[in-house]
């Protein structure tokens, strides 16, 4: 059975860091796509970044590039998502998702398997 397994989420205060990790079954780099999204009350899901193909080519949302980092450690099965200077906006349940397929994935339908989400609380 599949499962991803957020964690690392809190309270930060605006200009803070933190960092989410996401524990993958199986091994890491068997997923062709890993992915990041998060949902705010009353919004919908929208996607963060991702992380794909063997070479770990990342791509960010416009809202987060320059200040969120996706990594993968194969060895460990994990994907983490470095945030840094956060934003009250940034304040969401943060989810890693899987895709099964190689493609430029950044749509909640286009991937397969979703952890059950962190919460990120950023205070002004």
């Known amino acids: 059975q599949v499962q991803l397994v957020e964690s690392g989420g809190g309270l930060v205060q605006a200009g803070g860091s933190l960092r989410l990790s996401c524990g993958a079954s199986?091994?890491?780099?068997?997923?062709?796509?890993l992915g990041w999204f998060r949902q705010a009350p009353g919004k919908e899901r929208e996607f963060v970044g991702r992380?794909?193909?063997?070479?770990?080519?990342?791509h960010y949302t416009d809202s987060v590039r320059g200040r969120f980092t996706i990594s993968r450690d194969n060895a460990k099965n994990t994907m983490y998502l470095q945030m840094n200077s956060l934003k009250p906006e940034d304040t969401a349940v943060y989810y890693c998702?899987?895709?099964?397929?190689?493609?430029?994935?950044?749509?909640?339908?286009?991937?397969?398997?979703w952890g059950q989400g962190t919460q990120v609380t950023v205070s002004s």
């Open positions: 992380i794909a193909g063997n070479r770990g080519v990342t």
């Open positions: 199986g091994r890491a780099d068997n997923w062709p796509v």
């Open positions: 998702a899987a895709a099964t397929q190689l493609g430029y994935w950044t749509t909640v339908s286009q991937y397969d398997y």
